[in-house]
DNA sequence: AGCCGCTTTTACAGCTTTTTCACAGGCTGA
DNA sequence: TCAGCCTGTGAAAAAGCTGTAAAAGCGGCT
């Protein structure tokens, strides 16, 4: 893993990420997450707006390849969707593109191009 | 399933191709494709305004020799057109060039072949 | 040891996508 | 025009992907 030792703080939408201190925020309430768990959160926030697939996102948290036999995004995703949702009901931030990856959105669609 | 990784962004027309971040912009809207659809579009747009035959498109997008039975290419190229029918109304981009395969065409014509 | 919390793996139901099939209709050369 | 190959397309079958609960694995702690 080589991400450096500070990361700055993200902030999308009600989510806000401090990687350095291990806390996220959402609505300004502390949301309890595991080791793992912050990771995944930290790499989709990071890449927000866009598809991501697994395979980057296995590479970056687990920080070895991806074998696709193995679930453990899948798993993770699950439930950081859980616990987003006890904290914002009716909100989706994590999207599935079949075949692709996932996708984090904090916002109304962004307009591109 | 994912390809190479870096693909440029292709434009032609109102369509956006950015195979990188499997993202397609029609006028600036997302459209939402299939991996095979991406695919085949992708390679459509970057072979645009030639005729294409049904071999190079499956070579291309299946990356095994083509057999004559095979309906793939021409099913999908149904799907993508009723898609961009959908985004674009009234316009047409995919081509049939009987005998001969499938050309996708974003601007007027410039001349017969 | 037993318990606890976290991570990884497994299993399977439910979906979505892809492939294949069948047939209607289109095109072309003779 | 007609026979015969080509193309469009709906639909069924096959393949593949995702969500998720539950089991299994792994340290650390008392």
New interface residues.
């Given amino acids: 893993m080589h991400r450096p030792a500070r990361r700055p703080a993200l902030k999308a939408g009600e989510v806000e990420v401090r990687p350095g201190e291990f806390l996220v925020l959402v609505n300004g309430e502390r949301l309890h997450l595991t080791v793992r768990e912050l990771e995944l959160l930290t790499a989709l926030v990071e890449r927000r707006d ?2 991501v ?1 697994r ?1 980057e996102l296995y590479r970056e948290v687990w920080g070895e390849p991806y074998r696709k036999s193995d679930r453990s995004v899948d798993v993770y995703v699950g439930k950081l969707r859980q616990k987003l949702e006890r904290a914002v009901p009716g909100r989706s931030f994590i999207h599935t ?5 996932y996708r984090f959105a904090a916002g109304p ?1 962004r ?3």
Same sequence: chains 1, 2.
Avoid: A, K, V
């Fill in positions: 866009r598809i697939t395979e593109h079949f075949g692709f990856g669609e307009r591109r191009g």
